[in-house]
């Protein structure tokens, strides 16, 4: 089954998608993908990748690609994650950074599964909600 976690229509007409693999294929390995389609929905390209960060990177240059940004602020709807319990947006991961020679700072390259609620004071486990930013203001 794939989930998708974003998706991107090009003002020439093609796309790109993220989604994830559940459960992950090749031994586990390969956990996420991003395909791209050509203007009539039909796939172009397909890569699969072992972690979170090489996939959004991935996507990351596809977009620039195409000569636009990532989550740009106009986008209202966004992804958020909520504590199981208490419904908090004060949850935080274990994770770990990998330094980007070429860009000079730090790229997340995992996060860890353990979640924890700053409001609980304890171990959690994560919903995720998709909101209107512009409901939230």
């Not at 020679?101 to 304890?122: I, M, P, R, S, T």
């Amino acid at each position: 089954m794939e989930i998708t976690l974003v998706q991107r229509k090009f003002k020439d007409g093609t796309s790109v998608s993220v989604d994830e693999l559940v459960p992950p294929v090749l031994d586990g390995r390969i956990r996420f993908i991003i395909n791209t389609f050509d203007k009539a929905g039909k796939l172009t390209y397909t890569n699969g990748y072992t972690n979170e960060a090489g996939c959004f990177k991935g996507y990351s240059d596809i977009v620039e690609a195409h000569g636009e940004k990532l989550a740009s602020n106009d986008d209202p709807y966004k992804k958020r994650p909520e504590c199981s319990s208490c419904r908090s947006d004060q949850v935080t991961l274990d994770a770990s950074a990998i330094w980007d020679h070429d860009k000079q700072f730090w790229v997340l390259f995992n996060a860890f599964d353990q979640a924890y609620c700053e409001k609980c004071g304890g171990q959690t486990t994560l919903d995720w909600r998709t909101i209107n930013w512009e409901d939230e203001k």
